[in-house]
């Protein structure tokens, strides 16, 4: 694979940099066995996962597992030089910036073989998209799924468009023409004090779920239709002070969550516990919107996130390694109890079908957050998705859509920089 080669003359020998973890049923286990499946992981879920779910119910394992947390912006940094070797560890946790890159590696296992496309029966079928190579080979799973949504405030939406239901909001922004309208006149029965969004990401995500094609089809690249629709859009926002054109995921964008000045947010279903709930209550504790946001699909159907779970073709352990995965993504009671311990939305459409009636979200004012996801999961499209994704979002992001919103370059000048540095990037593929 090309991207591979690219990830191929990265330096070996880099030092691990992460928390080795010994998991296991008792303290003397790593003398006990001889045998040690490695888990990489960049997110402590997985850690918790196996040792609160997994070992509890599978007490009579003969192997050690290991788990290796490594800060997720050095996560590929360790992984590729090791990967395809022997000092690879059995599974890796994948988040959907980069899961592509590997399933399309060739390096991993192929997960079929072990029974986790029976298993993954009831799985959503986008979740399975994402985890499965362009040859139809099933390399990796999610236990959760990641629709995305508009979060807004209630009460701004009462006093500056009379609006008190989710369902009359919905119809309010169904597409992003109407969206432009409404975000029009927050800010005109605001007197300017409100925006419609903080940044022209929360533009960007849901576009770019829009698509119809992804970023790279045969070796060429593609600028789908929709990607120019996000770049006129996202310049009129920025040239009619619509968003407050914070950074995504910057310490301004994150302060307006508990601020009276930011209408809504597009966030997938994690953004609620990771993100709104955590920056809902001002750092001096003086003000909170705690209880005054509301969650609908918004004007399109997308998803962003979420961690699938692979083994590696090298391993020695794949049975070991796709028995873990099998419980963690496919395993019914133990997604139906991570659901409720968490919240997490799960990928099992069994299990959130079973459960979604039981949720109320004082977050979002008594919403039935779950139900929602469960409808708005339905039409998500993750063919689009491809190795190249990670990289070329960025280069789209930093090199067109921000200086073009920003009115510091032409469409057809931002667009030909963008391409330049997808040359750059990739030389082998082919750009009009």
């Given at each position: ?74 996560f590929?940094?360790?992984?590729d ?113 409100v ?63 508990n ?40 004007p ?103 200086p073009?919103?920003k009115?510091?370059?032409?469409k ?21």
């Amino acid at each position: 694979m090309k991207q591979w080669k690219k990830l191929s003359v990265a330096l070996l020998g880099v030092s691990l940099i992460g928390v080795l973890t010994a998991c296991g049923t008792g303290s003397e286990l790593s003398s006990e066995y001889n045998l040690e499946l490695t888990v990489w992981t960049f997110t402590d879920e997985l850690s918790t996962m196996i040792n609160e779910y997994y070992l509890p119910a599978h007490e009579s394992l003969d192997y050690e597992i290991k788990i290796v947390e490594i800060p997720s912006d050095q996560f590929e940094t360790k992984l590729d030089p090791v990967l395809g070797t022997r000092n690879a560890p059995d599974v890796i946790a994948l988040e959907s910036a980069f899961v592509k890159k590997y399933v399309e590696s060739g390096l991993m296992a192929d997960l079929g073989e072990y029974g986790l496309e029976e298993a993954a029966s009831d799985t959503y079928l986008y979740v399975k998209d994402v985890g499965t190579s362009r040859e139809g080979t099933l390399h990796a799973l999610a236990w959760q799924a990641a629709p995305g949504g508009f979060y807004y405030r209630a009460s701004l939406a009462e006093s500056l468009l009379g609006i008190t239901d989710a369902d009359q909001m919905q119809e309010q922004i169904a597409d992003y023409e109407k969206f432009y309208e409404v975000a029009k006149e927050v800010k005109e029965n605001s007197g300017g004090t409100v925006q419609m969004i903080s940044s022209v990401q929360d533009l960007a995500k849901p576009f770019f779920g829009m698509r119809e094609s992804g970023w790279v089809e045969d070796e060429k690249l593609i600028i789908d239709d929709k990607l120019h629709e996000l770049m006129d859009i996202s310049r009129r926002f920025v040239e009619e002070d619509l968003t407050k054109d914070t950074e995504g995921q910057s310490e301004a964008w994150f302060a307006g969550m508990n601020g009276e000045t930011d209408f809504g947010y597009s966030l997938p279903t994690w953004g609620l516990h990771y993100w709104l709930k955590q920056n809902a209550t001002s750092a001096d504790g003086s003000r909170t919107t705690e209880g005054d946001w509301r969650m609908i699909q918004g004007p399109s159907s997308w998803f962003w996130g979420g961690t699938w779970i692979g083994a590696t073709d090298t391993s020695e352990m794949k049975e070991e390694a796709a028995a873990l995965i099998q419980y963690l993504t496919t395993d019914p009671e133990f997604l139906e109890q991570w659901a409720k311990d968490t919240g997490d939305f799960v990928s099992n459409e069994r299990v959130v079908e079973a459960i979604k009636s039981s949720y109320q979200e004082d977050f979002l004012g008594g919403q039935n957050h779950y139900d929602e996801f469960s409808e708005m999961v339905q039409s998500i499209n993750a063919k689009i998705l491809t190795e190249y994704d990670q990289t070329i979002e960025t280069l789209f992001i930093d090199h067109c859509l921000t200086p073009y919103s920003k009115g510091e370059t032409d469409k057809e000048s931002a667009i030909q920089n963008f391409k330049d540095a997808v040359a750059n990037a990739y030389p082998d593929l082919e750009i009009d």
